[in-house]
């Protein structure tokens, strides 16, 4: 069986305010990593077997 999933733990002070900082940028890629990321997708889903 399986063991229960513990709460969250809370952030405070300095790691909190590190990250709220983090989060606030979002990285934007580039069209072309975009394509290769799905290449690569693409080429693991057809050799996956579940």
Do not use: H, Q
Request: without cysteine.
């Amino acid at each position: 069986m399986a063991k229960p999933i513990k709460e969250t733990p809370v952030l405070y002070g300095r790691d909190a305010k590190r990250f709220v900082n983090e989060n606030k940028e979002v990285k934007k890629i580039s069209p072309e990593e975009k394509s290769k990321i799905r290449e690569n997708y693409n080429m693991l889903r057809s050799i996956a077997s579940f």
